[in-house]
Each structure stands twice: as C-alpha cells, then as structure tokens.
C-alpha cells in the first residue's frame, strides 16, 4: 500500500510539473503571419474587444508575433 501511495504522489506532482509548464498554443491558422481576433480567441476563449486592441499594439487589425510576445511579458495574455 506504501508504494501505490508513494507512486501515485510521484505521479501526481508529474502531471502537475506539465501543466504548470505548459504553454497555450495560438495557431496562425490561415497562414498570413499574425494572428486575428478570432484565432486569439481560440487559443484565449474570454479575449475582449478591448484587450485585443491593448494587444494589437499598432492598430492594424492582427496581432504579429511581437505583440503577442509583448502582451504575454506583461501579463496582459497568459503564457
């Protein structure tokens, strides 16, 4: 009984150190380089209108991979 107990702590912590290293995947998913509101939202399901344009730091309409890095550092978007 020891062991399972011992195994299924190890394991526990395991699966814990994944998730806490896990990263969310933002997928470019029509091919152009940056990413719209839509594809941010599939990686980031409560993105706002407004923290989207926070992120789209030069107004253009799509977030480039800079932005997104930026916004992550800062804490404005999870990593």
Known sequence: ???INTLALVLGT???AVAANAQTV?????????YSIEELR????????E???TVD???DGQV???EL???QEAGVLPN
């Open 69 to 71: 890095a930026a916004a």
């Open 42 to 49: 599939a990686a980031y399901p409560d993105l706002t209108d």
């Open 51 to 53: 923290v989207f344009a």
């Open 14 to 16: 395991a699966i814990l």
């Open 26 to 34: 933002v997928s470019d998913t029509d091919g152009n380089g940056t």
């Open 57 to 59: 730091a030069n107004g």
């Open 64 to 66: 480039d991979a800079d």
């Open 1 to 3: 009984m020891k062991t």
